[in-house]
């Protein structure tokens, strides 16, 4: 399985302001996506990472507020701009595995929260 | 929308039982099916997939699917307190994933 890292493991941002999250992976992927689980929440998807090209949104999520890059196979970051409270939650990079298995493994979250 | 929905929770079981998580899902279309279990401040932890109709097991885990009724179930034998956590069911559809809510479990010793 792959080895994903995170950073920064936590952040306490003041509203309006922006974080990006980094996610790198210690193997090639063939996919990356970025979740977002709220307190006491599933998981949610926010967004498949597209090498070299613009992320797919899901419904709900726009790129404006999410602004997602993945410039290589094993590295993608997360911005999440423009802060509320709202946006006070865990994200989760994660990645699918070579085996054609189609298994994610996740890296270990970004708890943000938002003042 | 595709929906993935658990049984309710919080499930208890004395240690050495038998655990018993369910999932339904919505999408007819669903090629794969997944189950993660999640310790409290920690990231979803794979514990096992299915692809097929049937059962599969990997050590005291057994996971079952029936595509037919929509329904994926993983069954943990002779629980131990150490797999106390949430169990989240996820279905696969062209490598997205969608979960459900999640079912705590709790082992008592």
């Known amino acids: 399985s792959a080895v994903i890292s995170q950073k920064p493991s936590r952040d306490i941002c003041q509203r309006g302001t922006s974080l990006t999250i980094q996610c790198q992976v210690d193997s090639q992927v063939t996919m990356m996506f970025w979740y977002r689980q709220q307190p006491g929440q599933s998981l949610t998807l926010i967004a498949t990472a597209n090498q070299g090209s613009e992320a797919t949104y899901e419904s709900g999520f726009v790129i404006d507020k999410f602004p997602i890059s993945r410039p290589n196979l094993t590295f993608s970051t997360l911005t999440v701009s423009n802060m509320s409270p709202e946006d006070s939650s865990i994200y989760l990079c994660?990645?699918?595995?070579?085996?054609?298995?189609?298994?994610?493994?996740f890296g270990p979250g970004t708890r943000l929260t938002v003042l | 929308q595709k929906e993935v929905e658990q049984n309710s929770g919080p499930l208890s079981v004395p240690e050495g039982a038998i655990a018993s998580l369910n999932c339904t899902y919505s999408d007819r279309g669903s090629q794969s099916f997944f189950w993660y279990r999640q310790y409290s401040g920690k990231s979803p932890e794979l514990i096992m997939f299915i692809y097929s109709n049937g059962d599969k097991e990997d050590g005291r885990f057994t996971a079952q699917l029936n595509k037919a009724s929509q329904y994926v179930s993983l069954l943990i034998r002779d629980s131990q307190p150490s797999d106390s956590a949430t169990y989240l069911c996820?279905?696969?559809?062209?490598?997205?994933?969608?979960f459900g809510q999640g079912t705590i479990l709790t082992v008592h010793p």
């Open positions: 994660s990645g699918t595995g070579t085996s054609g298995n189609n298994e994610q493994f």
């Open positions: 996820a279905v696969g559809s062209y490598g997205k994933l969608t």
